[in-house]
C-alpha cells in the first residue's frame, strides 16, 4: 500500500505511527497510509520553520512571488486529479473536487501578486521635524490547523497569504484528508522554496494541534474547524498571548419571501442546503419562508430534491455524495431522529440508503414545521439535513434569521430592492447573498463571519494581511 510520509525541514519523514486513509463512497477503497507525527516530530518542525523564518522573511520578494505563482501554476495544470482525489477521499462530487483545486490554484495565483502589493504608509508627524511611517512585517511561524470539509481550498487560504506575508509555516490538516494536504505539500516541495519555510505535520489534533498552540516559537495560529474546538484553540493561545484566529460553524439562514422568483429560490435552497452533502460552514440549515408561499416552495424543493441521485462521489450521475465518515452519519441520524421527537415533520428523505458500493449514503433529509427553538433550527448539524420555518412577514424573517449564536452567512430571495437593501444592511453575518446560495463565495474578497462563527480578522482577499502581518509604526527625526 501507498505510504505518505510528513515533510519537514525539506525532508519526507515517516511518522511515528501512520493512518488508513479509507473513501467515504466505497469503503474497500484504501487511498494510502499517512504518517501521524507525535510530539516530538512536531517539535521538529516548529523547530525548523523558526529557523528559516530569518531568511525567507528579509529574502527577495521576487522568488516568493515566482515560488507561489509556480505552487498555483501546478495546482491548476493538476487541477483533474487533484479533484479527483480530493473527492476520492472526502466524498464531495467530481465537478465539486475540480472546482476546489481550481480554486486553491488561484489563490496561490492571487497571493503570489500580493507579494509585490505590500505597502506601508508616510504621514507627517504633529510634532516638526518628524515623519511617520506604517510598515507591515511577518509574524513569524503561523501554525495553520484545518478542517476536512474544504480539504485544498481553506490549506490554501491560510498557506499561500502566510508565506506571501514572509511567514513560514507548519500546517496541521485534518485527520480525515490527509491525501489532499499531501499532494498540496507535494506541490510545494517542488516550489524551490528552502527548507523550513514550509512543513506538513499531519496527525491528531489533540497531539500536534495543541502542541503548535502551546509552543512559544509559533508566532501565531490560523483555525478553521468547530466551535468546540476553536474554542480550546483560543484559550491556550490567550494563555501564551500568541495572536490566533478562528472560523468556526455556522446555522446560516435563507429567507425566502413572497415575491421571491420560485424557480431562483428553490435552486438556492436546494444547492445551499445540500450540495457537497450539507457539509459546508456555509450551508442554508435554515429556509426560512413566507408563509403565503410556503407550501408551493416545499413541493418545488421536494420535486427537486426528488430528482437528485445520491451515489458514489466519482460516478459522472451522482450530484450529493457519502458524507464524509461514521461518526458524521451517526451524528446526522441522531439529529433526524431529534428532530421528529421535537415535532417537525420529516418532510423528505434523511434516509441511509445502499448502493452498489458500501458508503455513507443518506438522502437529503428537509424538515418542515420547524420553529426557530428547535436543536435542529439552533445547532449545526454539519450533514444534509436542512429545517424550513415559517414566517409571517419581511421583519419576523428578519428577526429570525438573525436568532442565532452564528453569523456567517445569510440570504435572501427577494424581487424587492427595499427588502434586499435592507437585508443587506440588517443580517448579522459576515456575508450576504442576495438571490444565490449561501455557501458558494469567492477566492478573491473577504471571507468570514461574526458571533460565534468567526474570531479575529478575515480570511481571503488583501484583508487577509490583518492576520499574518504585524503594523509598525517608525519616528524619523528629518
Ligand atoms: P474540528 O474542530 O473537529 O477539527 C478541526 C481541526 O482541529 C482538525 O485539524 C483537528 O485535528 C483539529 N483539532 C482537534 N482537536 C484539537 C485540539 N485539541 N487542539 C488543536 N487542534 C485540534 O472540525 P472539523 O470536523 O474538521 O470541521 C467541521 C467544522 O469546521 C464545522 O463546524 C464547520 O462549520 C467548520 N468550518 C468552518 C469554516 C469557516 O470558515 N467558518 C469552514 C469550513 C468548516
Redesign the pocket.
Known sequence: MAQYANYINGEWVHGASASTNINPSDLSDVIGEYAQADAAQTDLAIGAAHHAFGAWSIGSIQARADALDRIGSEILANKDALGYLLSREEGKTLPEGVGEATRAGNIFKFFAGEVLRIRGEKMASVRPGLEVEMTREPLGVIGI??????PMA?PAWKIAPALAYGNTVVF?????VPGSAWAIADIISRSGIAPGVFNLVMG???V???R??NDRRVAAIT????????K??AE?CIARMAKFQL????KNPLVVLNDADLNTAVTAAVQGAFYSGG????ASSRIIVEKSIYPRFVDAVCTQLAGLRVDHALKKETQIGPVVDQSQLEQDLSYIEIGKQEGARLQFGGERIQRDTAGFFLTPALFTDCSNDMRISRE?I?GPVASVIAADDYEHALALANDTEFG?SAGICTSSLKYASHFKRHAQAGMVMVNTATAGVDYHVP???RKA??FGPR?QGAYAAEFYTAVKTAYVAA
Open positions: 490547523i484545518a478542517p476536512w470539509n474544504f481553506i496541521k490538516p485534518a485527520e480525515l491528531r489534533g489533540a500536534v494541534g495543541q503548535m498552540i483555525f478553521t474547524g468547530s466551535v468546540a474546538t476553536g480550546r484553540v491556550g472560523e468556526m460553524g455556522g457539509q459546508r460552514c456555509t449545526e454539519f456567517l471571507f468570514g463571519g462563527s468567526s480570511e
